[in-house]
């Protein structure tokens, strides 16, 4: 089947700053371990809270959508969280662990909104 295409097509690109950026946060861990005669015992976990958002206003091109000051960085979850047991015994080894991140800010390209 044929390949229809609208418009034309330049093998020009660009790239353009995606202006200033801030990153704030803070990330509390915690590990506690247990020696016993059945092996060593572990649970361990952590939790960050972060902030990511454009510090400055730019364009992408001409006549392109705004980014302003405050508005949130794509692909950055706001929060994240870890939490994990472990055993070990000679050379017997396992562990479980659990991973949790927030949801996160799509662009547009991406979502279509």
Same mark, same amino acid.
């Given at each position: 089947?044929?390949? !229809?295409?609208n ?24 590990q506690?371990? !247990? ?7 572990? *649970? ?17 091109? &001409? ?8 508005? &949130?960085?794509t692909?950055r &979850?706001? $929060? *994240? ?6 055993? $070990? ?9 659990? $991973? ?5 800010? !799509? ?5 279509? !909104?």
């Amino acid at each position: 089947a044929p390949v !229809l295409v609208n418009g034309s097509i330049s093998p020009l690109s660009t790239t353009t700053n995606g202006g200033k950026s801030t990153y704030q946060g803070i990330e509390l861990d915690a590990q506690q371990s !247990l020696d016993t005669r059945y092996g060593a015992f572990s *649970l361990y976990g952590n939790i960050s809270v972060n902030k990511a958002y454009f510090s400055s206003a730019f364009s992408l091109y &001409p006549g392109a959508a705004m980014v302003n000051p405050g508005m &949130p960085l794509t692909y950055r &979850p706001q $929060h *994240l969280a870890n939490i994990g047991a472990g055993w $070990h015994l000679g050379s017997w080894r396992a562990e479980a662990n659990l $991973h949790y991140a927030s949801s996160q800010y !799509l662009p547009n390209l991406i979502t279509g !909104l």
